[in-house]
């Protein structure tokens, strides 16, 4: 079995920041990517940034430039840095482990989600 812890999140003003951090544990290989998602009340999830094994990382277009993500392979933990928070990325956070292999295909698990608010 794999599980993942999540930590951080919180409440902050616009123009703060927070940080969250997943470590996965468990029976773990064939690393596809490590990243987070989010969703907002009444909006579906969305992916936030995600890390590739390689080191490679891709971010959604409404966060370049204020979040940063980050991995330490060691310990299977990825840190998702939010710096000028905005009201709108108000919501919870999910940490996502993708794996994939050849003969399993891919396979996602999931954080139990964090709460990030922005408010003004």
């Known amino acids: 079995q794999v599980q993942l812890v999540e930590s951080g999140g919180g409440s902050v003003q616009p123009g703060g920041s927070l940080s969250v951090s997943c470590a996965a544990s468990g029976r773990i290989f064939s690393i596809y990517t490590m990243g987070w998602y989010r969703q907002a009340p009444g909006k579906q999830r969305e992916l936030v940034a995600h890390?590739?094994?390689?080191?490679?990382?891709e971010y959604t277009d409404s966060v370049k430039g204020r979040f940063t993500i980050s991995r330490d392979n060691a310990k299977n933990t990825v840190y998702l840095q939010m710096n000028s928070l905005k009201p709108e990325d108000t919501a919870v956070y999910y940490c996502n482990l993708r794996l994939f292999s050849t003969l399993t295909g891919q396979y996602d698990y999931w954080g139990q989600g964090t709460q990030v608010t922005v408010f003004s």
């Open positions: 890390i590739f094994s390689g080191g490679s990382t």
